[in-house]
């Protein structure tokens, strides 16, 4: 099932979707659709995290300094050690 | 050890069970993968071992609801039986986390394990390996 909606664009915008669609071989609407999907689905993961920390506790701006620095190391191609941080 | 550039996060069981136990690293990654537009990508058969030995579904469900569920076709069936079976491991979960990691170009969060090792280096892919 398929719902057209007319959406306006930045012209900018709309002609560098229209070059990332041709390359990655999909349509406009596709690549719209498929960049939407991501984005709710970030949206959905937060809402996640949230409602873990809800019940465990928010993270700490350490805590939240030391993921981003898990994840950098890992994209780096480091691997890592096993986490020491607390459990809840 | 430090190997080529990593675009994508792969979760094996071991991610999940640390999350549902609370680990708050695990939970700070996910976060940051999010806040950076990274969709960590969990095999079907590790959502499925996930539920199987986890007690805290609701915490696995928080944790899936930001992740890709990478679905068990029949030709990732076939890749990951070959793959264990060059492995020569029975753990067909390993093998489809260090698939789905080499195919991704992805660095993976799970308990370290030799068949994970294994099964990558057979695809020739260093594994980058946060182990919980």
């Not at chain 2, 806040?35 to 915490?59: C, K, L, Q, Y």
């Not at chain 2, 992740?67 to 039986?81: H, K, L, N, V």
């Amino acid at each position: 099932m398929v719902t057209k909606r007319s959406v306006s664009l930045a012209d900018e915008v709309a002609k560098a979707v229209e070059a990332a669609a041709h390359e990655d071989g999909v349509s406009f609407s596709a690549w719209l659709s498929s960049a939407a999907e991501r984005q709710l689905r970030v949206r959905q993961g937060l809402r996640g995290v949230a409602d873990w920390e809800a019940e465990a506790g928010a993270l700490t701006a350490e805590e939240i300094a030391a993921g981003e620095a898990l994840l950098a190391r890992l994209f780096s191609g480091v691997s890592g050690a096993t986490s020491r941080l607390r459990r809840r | 050890m430090t190997v080529q550039a990593r675009t994508g996060l792969v979760y094996g069981v071991g991610a999940l069970r640390a999350a549902a136990r609370g680990d708050r690293l695990v939970w700070a990654v996910h976060r940051a993968a999010l806040m950076n537009g990274i969709i960590p990508v969990v095999p079907a058969m590790v959502v499925s071992e996930g539920f199987r030995t986890e007690a805290r579904g609701d915490r696995l469900e928080a944790l899936l609801a930001g992740s890709e569920i990478e679905p068990f076709t029949g030709e990732g069936a076939r890749r990951d039986g070959e793959l264990a079976a060059r492995a020569d491991t029975t753990d067909l979960v390993a093998a489809s986390v260090a698939e789905a990691a080499a195919r991704r170009n992805s660095a993976v969060i799970a308990t370290r394990q030799a068949a994970l090792r294994a099964a990558a280096g057979l695809l020739g892919h260093e594994l980058v390996l946060y182990a919980v």
